[in-house]
């Protein structure tokens, strides 16, 4: 190729006549390599979108890109054998080029594999414990498994640097004093690091749990390494440190399960018959499209000097739904019982003493008349 482009061009320099091959040779190595890239990728798009599966889909897709670099890079290596100027130029930069294409290409896998098995637990199910800890770890595992990638690419491109090589094996001749200096620096770093992977072992929440912390109830939206991002229900976003939910008590209403229990308390009047109310409340709860079908019970948990207390339990599939059955069945309960037994609402009694120490009966009309006159009412 160096003899015919010598005989081509005679007229130039030989500095110049090598730069100019060189360049010509890479760009045509370059564009040879994007077509080769372009005809294979499109053959396997057309074979992946034949399958169902959306897993194949997603991994394709996020190697393209990759892919399409590393070919590139290839391609240059392969005319660099051949074109000594090339060689040369490749020799200088490969040290970062090649560990960034191989980070990157790591990283892509680590994201998609991740996606694809998020793809197959689903947590909008009804049943969805196993998904939501399936998610949970792989949330987790993407996070660690992208920082290691990241740091360990970036420590081989900074190897390459002789300078930079040079300084470490200065500072290896201090170690001592240098992993004392580190330690105590990233403490908070490596402790938030830790507790993330303990909750991934451990699984103390979940992705979509409800909870309660700090007296906030919300869902767990987001795990990171370091925090955890909490949804409240009036859309507000708590940040939590990652090593609160090892190191302090909180509620997980959803540990072991998405089903839930919940209760609605009504305080009526202690003359109150209760079987009407537990007839309409098994009915209003029969009629609600949010009950799960599990539990609908109704029990006088205490008496007061002016009122019953009754408790109404009753089931939901999860959280959410559970908090709408409760604020429906109360808001039915209260209308129905105002409306069909005004005389079950808790009222104040006053009852009047003879000197006998006996009580005495309600006043009569002409009674009331008289202390209505006397009060100028």
């Known amino acids: 190729m160096t003899e015919w482009y010598a005989r081509i061009a005679p007229s130039l320099p030989d500095w110049a006549g090598g730069t100019v091959l060189a360049v010509t040779v890479a760009v045509l190595a370059v564009l040879i390599a994007l077509a080769i890239h372009a005809i294979a990728f499109r053959l396997l798009f057309k074979v992946v979108k034949a399958s169902r599966s959306e897993a194949d889909n997603i991994v394709l897709r996020r190697l393209a890109r990759p892919t399409r670099y590393a070919l590139v890079a290839l391609a240059l290596v392969l005319v660099g054998r051949e074109i000594p100027a090339l060689a040369t130029v490749w020799e200088r930069i490969a040290g970062f080029v090649m560990p960034a294409l191989i980070g990157w290409i790591a990283l892509t896998l680590v994201h998609a594999l991740v996606k694809t098995l998020k793809l197959r637990n689903d947590i909008e199910m009804e049943d969805n414990l196993r998904a939501r800890s399936a998610q949970t770890r792989l949330t987790?595992?993407?996070?660690?498994?992208?920082?290691?990638?990241?740091?360990?690419?970036?420590?081989?491109?900074?190897?390459?640097?002789?300078?930079?090589?040079?300084i470490g094996v200065t500072l290896m001749a201090s170690a001592g004093l240098a992993a004392l200096a580190v330690g105590a620096a990233a403490q908070p770093a490596l402790k938030a690091l830790i507790s993330g992977v303990q909750l991934a072992l451990t699984e103390p929440i979940r992705i979509g749990d409800a909870v309660i912390i700090g007296g906030e109830w919300g869902w767990i939206e987001e795990i990171r390494t370091t925090y955890v991002v909490v949804k409240v229900w009036d859309e507000r976003r708590l940040v939590v440190p990652t090593n609160k939910f090892l190191e302090e008590i909180f509620q997980n209403w959803t540990k072991t399960t998405a089903q839930l229990l919940g209760t609605v308390y009504l305080y009526v009047d202690p003359a109150t018959?209760?079987?009407?109310?537990?007839?309409?409340?098994?009915?209003?709860?029969?009629?609600?499209?949010?009950?799960?079908?599990?539990?609908?019970?109704?029990?006088?948990?205490?008496?007061?000097r002016d009122a019953i207390e009754v408790r109404l339990l009753m089931t939901a599939k999860d959280s959410p739904t559970l908090y709408d059955l409760r604020c429906d069945i109360r808001e039915a309960l209260i209308q129905w019982i105002a409306a069909e037994m005004p005389e079950a609402l808790v009222r104040g009694r006053v009852i009047s003493v003879g000197e006998d120490g006996k009580a005495l009966g309600p006043p009569s009309a002409r009674a009331l008349a008289l202390m209505e006159a006397g009060s100028g009412g």
Do not use: C, K, Y
């Not at 970036?154 to 040079?166: A, T």
């Not at 018959?273 to 205490?302: S, Y």
């Open 140 to 166: 987790i595992f993407n996070r660690l498994a992208t920082f290691l990638i990241v740091f360990v690419t970036v420590g081989l491109m900074l190897l390459s640097v002789p300078g930079v090589r040079d």
């Open 273 to 304: 018959e209760l079987e009407p109310i537990r007839a309409r409340f098994f009915d209003l709860v029969e009629d609600n499209a949010r009950w799960d079908r599990r539990v609908r019970h109704m029990q006088v948990t205490d008496l007061t």
